[in-house]
């Protein structure tokens, strides 16, 4: 009985079916849930592979022992090991840098890069999106990484005999999908697959890439010990696998996964396995794999146990062995988050995140209403809204199953801005830095938005001891010939009011009145 072949990408769809939700602000603390769930069960199933691939090339060279023609397959299945193990190794590596450089930055992955509470364990830096670009995009470790598989995967095959190379291809998992990127706006695989990525999302990932070796490590080896003949195999070390295509599943979709039985030698055609789950028998293909399918029904986590029995041709026993696993199930679940404040602002565009978990991107209808709202989508589940009027806004958003869910927000003008000389509200101003100043700016404070307003005119009052007030009108920001003569004969002592001071902003139908400014001259 040999180890189960992996599908072509096999659990990275997992990541893709909500990395699109990914992409707002706040990400919820369930969507990363699925992902450590998801990033558990790929790391118990390289524990597995690595069990299941210990004891075989010691069993190879044993049996190559006996005919000297066997001898080039023995001399194989060390390298199969050490080329899984450095493909691994790199990866562990780069992401230890990624969870530290995220995490306390001390040199090390430790307690520090991680929340700890109870019996919760999360990632420090799990919603950092730009470690991953900066490293997997910028940085080139992506290419890198792009060619390191591509070289592993040559590296894997060398070891199979030319003639039988075609046929082993498809059982080499360690490959690159360039066809989705090619058909994304992408510029890159690194680009489609890492830029702005929270960390938490992608860890899954690279588990799946040492998976990948690990599965293609014991493909190799299997195939090592079929080239030795298979009718004297013993069977001594079994373990029950499951390859869910999904680990998270939303209520109401279908929950499938491949049981199997991964043993430490490969099979013979004597070898007789049968696999069930819950006491329920299933049909068991040629490579030794049954598909087991039931319902996702109430939310939460679910388990189910299965069965393998497996008839050995050489003992002529029949073993039994047993294991639980689980999967959760979920409910679709969407979010419209204001990128920088929680309400719209007329006369400038307002950037927005919108997320649905479960729901394929092209699925995925927005639409708006009130307040005169208008929102276009950007890419990558960012959109602009503008909006006319004051009042409310609302987002609702629905298709692919989700039921239309509506989010409302505030639409009010831009803040009314501050008045200033240089950056002074008013006080003290040496004179010859008041003499320097070309004229009043209006400035929004606290205002994380590109915006610009303009001053109408104000009324500039200058007070000289035992002098009669100058009164001088100016009808824009920048001083006027008059307001600069004004200024001008300043004088230690002499105190300048600006008042009645207006100011137009975006959306504005009308100016607005800002706050006067008194001025002492020292």
């Not at 819950?278 to 293909?285: D, F, I, T």
């Not at 988050?337 to 400038?348: D, L």
């Not at 692919?400 to 803040?415: D, E, S, V, Y």
Request: include cysteine; hydrophobic fraction near 40%.
């Amino acid at each position: 009985m040999s180890i189960p072949k992996q599908p072509r990408q096999l659990m990275i769809n997992i990541m893709y079916l909500v990395l699109t939700a990914l992409l707002a602000l706040n990400v919820s603390a369930e969507i990363f849930n699925a992902f450590k769930l998801v990033n558990k069960g790929l790391e118990k199933s390289n524990k597995s592979l690595d069990d299941a691939s210990a004891k075989m090339p010691e069993s190879i060279k044993k049996r190559a022992a006996a005919k000297p023609e066997f001898q080039k397959y023995a001399d194989r299945a060390t390298p199969a090991i050490e080329i899984g193990k450095e493909f691994s190794d790199y990866v562990s590596v780069m992401v230890d840098k990624m969870i530290d450089e995220a995490g306390n930055k001390n040199g090390s992955v430790d307690d520090g890069d991680y929340v700890i509470k109870g019996d919760s364990r999360k990632l420090r830096g799990q919603k950092d999106k730009s470690v991953t670009t900066r490293n997997m995009v910028n940085g080139g470790w992506g290419k890198e990484l792009k060619a390191k598989i591509l070289e592993t995967r040559g590296k894997f095959l060398a070891l199979v005999d030319t003639a039988d190379r075609a046929a082993m291809e498809k059982e080499i998992a360690m490959e690159i999908d360039d066809v989705s990127w090619t058909h994304s706006n992408k510029k890159s695989w690194e680009e489609y697959t890492f830029k702005q990525m929270p960390l938490g999302a992608v860890q899954p990932i690279f588990t799946k890439f040492i998976n990948d070796a690990k599965s293609s490590e014991n493909a190799i080896l299997n195939y090592l010990s079929g080239k030795l003949g298979g009718e004297d195999v013993v069977l001594d070390k079994f373990t029950v696998i499951s390859s869910p295509k999904k680990s998270y599943v939303i209520k109401g979709e279908p929950f499938e996964t491949e049981i199997s039985l991964a043993a430490s030698t490969s099979g013979s055609s004597a070898t007789k396995v049968s696999l069930s789950v819950n006491g329920a028998s299933l049909p068991v293909n040629a490579d030794g794999i049954a598909t087991w399918k039931t319902t996702a029904g109430e939310v939460g986590i679910k388990k189910f146990n299965a069965v393998a029995s497996v008839f050995n041709p050489v003992t002529k026993d029949t073993k039994t062995f047993k294991k639980e696993f689980e999967f959760e199930v979920g409910e679709r679940s969407c979010n419209v988050a204001a990128e920088k404040m929680n309400v719209f602002y007329i006369g400038v565009d307002n950037p927005v995140a919108i997320s649905a978990a479960g729901v394929p991107s092209a699925q995925l209808q927005v639409n708006a209403t009130g307040a005169g709202i208008a929102i276009s989508k950007i890419g990558g589940g960012k959109y602009n809204v503008t909006v006319g009027q004051q009042g409310e806004a609302t987002i609702t958003l629905s298709g692919g199953g989700l039921q239309p869910t509506a989010f409302t927000f505030r639409a009010k003008k831009i803040p009314t801005p501050t008045p200033m000389l240089s950056d002074k509200r008013g006080g003290a101003m040496p004179n010859g830095v008041f003499k320097a100043q070309q004229g009043v700016i209006p400035v929004l404070e606290n205002f994380d938005f590109q915006a610009k307003c303009q001053i109408q005119s104000f009324r500039l009052v200058r007070v000289a001891p035992r002098q009669d007030a100058e009164i001088t009108l100016n009808t824009t920001g920048r001083f006027g010939s008059e307001a600069t003569a004004s200024i001008n004969k300043a004088k230690p002592g002499d105190r300048y009011l600006f008042e009645d001071i207006k100011a137009r902003c975006p959306g504005d139908a009308a100016g607005r009145e800002l706050s006067d400014m008194s001025f002492q001259i020292k």
